[in-house]
């Protein structure tokens, strides 16, 4: 990271708005929007499509070694292409969804994905979401935000989203795999979820949107790193 390179990191939970507020924020400040919870899906999609399993740590690094992750910047985010392909929404589709977490755990896998996040600086200042942003990708940046709500709060907002794309709503379901993701997050041994050192906590419930973009704003504001 250079020193006209300024990382916002934005980490937390499932369903927490980090997608939401982070796009707003970069949107907000002028910066590049990345989601790099799509760079674990793109690598979850490729093994569904290919038949992986997904627990298998040998043949999901085998792939990594043979695959291409091309990084692209569009419309303001950072995307990628896997092999040529862009896997678009299906990396939105629960085959995905219900895998991600297994992919996610694996030490070559984030090895992997911490590289591609840390060359992303090369496309300027960026507003980056996940989990482990502010602990791994980039501890040294003094923008970490941990973003949480209650999980019932997470939960509706998930499936709203679900309804959206897929025409199904089920609360409780929901409810229930964020619970199970949440305890695979920050049980896992590599990189596991946590509140970064130094990370301002923001709990979005009965916040709205525009109240927790405007926090990070007004912070970026006061230490120089936007335009005021």
Not at 102 to 121: G, H, N, W
Not at 153 to 163: H, L, M, N
Not at 200 to 222: C, H, P, R, W, Y
């Amino acid at each position: 990271m250079n020193k006209q390179t300024t990382i916002v990191a934005v980490d937390g939970p499932s369903a927490s708005g980090k997608s939401t507020v982070s796009r707003r924020t970069a949107q907000a400040v002028g910066f590049i929007y990345v989601d790099s919870g799509a760079l674990y899906r793109g690598i979850t999609w490729k093994c569904v499509k290919e038949g992986i399993d997904v627990k298998d740590s040998q043949a999901v690094t085998n792939l990594l070694i043979r695959m291409n992750m091309e990084l692209v910047l569009k419309d303001g985010a950072v995307g990628y292409r896997i092999d040529g392909e862009d896997p678009g929404q299906e990396i939105r589709a629960e085959p995905v969804r219900e895998r991600v977490a297994d992919i996610a755990a694996q030490q070559s896998v984030r090895v992997y994905i911490v590289e591609k996040l840390r060359m992303m600086t090369k496309f300027g200042s960026l507003v980056m979401e996940g989990r482990d942003i502010g602990t791994v990708v980039f501890p040294d940046t003094p923008f970490k935000y941990y973003l949480d709500a209650d999980p019932e709060e997470r939960a509706r907002r998930r499936a709203a989203e679900i309804k959206v794309q897929e025409g199904t709503e089920d609360v409780g379901a929901v409810l229930s795999s964020l619970r199970r993701r949440d305890q695979k997050d920050s049980s896992r041994a590599t990189a596991p979820l946590q509140i970064a050192l130094g990370a301002k906590i923001i709990n979005s419930t009965g916040m709205t949107i525009e109240q927790v973009v405007d926090t990070i704003v007004a912070d970026l504001k006061a230490a120089g790193a936007a335009p005021a």
